[in-house]
């Protein structure tokens, strides 16, 4: 007897189309998060809120109702969605360019004031949809359209560590930082998108996830080679793991 | 023994599926797709063992479903 093992998430709309490039880690990403949907059984009374960069067609995937929010504002949208809708489940779903740079007032702010919502973040070190300029997570060294000779400290300074600066805000409930590399760096992704979707149901604070996804597209790589630079020099800077989970404390 | 449900005109040809196959039952169709690529197919010689690990890794959701 044959036995179903996995399928499409419900939370992906029937007529997707899956709009990234070839390889790109966001089709996983945008998967996951809606495996979660599904797991908690929130679908039919979730809001996303999509941001701009490559994740701006989320509602092409999401089966779920998506407000499209001004670039870096996602956080302060999402704000306004869960206050005057407290009962309904709000998640954001952006890139680095989007939450870490433009956004990151908003970001920090939204956090700051612990509200309800989850935040997720794809941080390919890099503007995707834009050409492959240098973004505020860009490693020192990276080649890309705007730092032509590697992204030098005196220039355009450090990368920004994300996760590292969101722990120390006490609004934050959940905060992690996981890769796509491998199928079991994928499961454990899947459990922090959990968590971070648990920490806004308990009323915890901000659930926030930071995923290192890959850009073969703009890092000009294959899919192989994007994989294994998320795996050396991405997460020698970017080092993956939890870094606060007042969700497993609270139970 | 397991079964893959492949979408072959949603596949985008980045074969991350194909290096996660523990049994290297997904190869490289020699045709093309609707979309221009050359998309993965199943190698009908090899086991399937329906661990859905192509499935996870696909992120084009051209796997659509896994039995076994």
């Known amino acids: 007897m044959e036995q179903l093992v996995y399928k499409k998430p419900d939370s992906i709309r029937d007529d997707f189309k899956i709009t990234f490039c070839p390889g790109c880690d966001h089709g996983v990403a945008v998967k996951l ?5 599904d797991e908690l059984g929130v679908r039919e009374n979730t ?33 306004g969605v869960k206050r005057s809708k407290p ?18 007032g908003e970001t920090i702010h ?11 973040c794809i941080n390919n070190t890099t503007y995707g949809m834009t050409g492959g300029q240098a973004g505020p997570t860009t490693l020192i060294g990276q080649v890309t359209t705007t730092t032509t000779k590697g992204r030098k400290v005196e220039i355009s300074g450090y990368p920004l560590k994300v996760s590292e600066v969101l722990k120390e805000i006490d609004g934050t409930a959940f905060v992690a930082r996981v890769t796509l590399d ?7 992704a899947k459990k922090c998108i959990k968590k971070a979707f648990e920490a806004q149901l308990k009323g915890l604070g901000t659930g926030f996830v930071e995923i290192l996804a890959t850009c073969p597209t703009n890092w000009k790589m294959t899919p192989q080679e994007a994989h294994a630079r998320v795996r050396g020099e991405m997460s020698e800077i970017f080092k ?6 007042k969700v497993s404390e609270a139970k | 023994m397991g079964r893959i449900v492949l979408n072959r005109d ?8 194909v ?47 896994v039995y076994r």
Do not use: W
């Open chain 1, 33 to 37: 998060v809606a495996e979660v949907l």
């Open chain 1, 87 to 104: 009962d309904k489940v709000v998640f954001t779903y952006q890139g680095d360019g989007d939450l870490a740079s433009i956004g990151i």
């Open chain 1, 110 to 120: 939204a956090m700051t004031r612990g509200e309800k919502v989850t935040a997720i």
């Open chain 2, 10 to 17: 949603k596949c985008k040809a980045c074969y991350l599926c």
């Open chain 1, 47 to 79: 809001i996303g809120i999509a941001s701009v960069g490559c994740s701006v067609f989320s509602y092409d995937f999401f089966n779920v109702d998506i407000v499209e929010a001004p670039h870096g504002r996602s956080l302060a949208v999402a704000t």
């Open chain 2, 19 to 65: 290096d996660a196959c523990p049994n290297k039952v997904l190869e490289v169709d020699k045709s093309v797709n609707a979309l221009g690529y050359y998309p993965i197919k199943v190698n009908p010689d090899k086991t399937c063992i329906g661990c859905a690990m192509c499935a996870r890794v696909c992120p084009d959701i051209a796997i659509e479903k």
């Open chain 1, 182 to 188: 491998s199928p079991q760096a994928i499961m454990n």
């Open chain 1, 240 to 245: 993956p793991g939890i870094y606060k989970d």
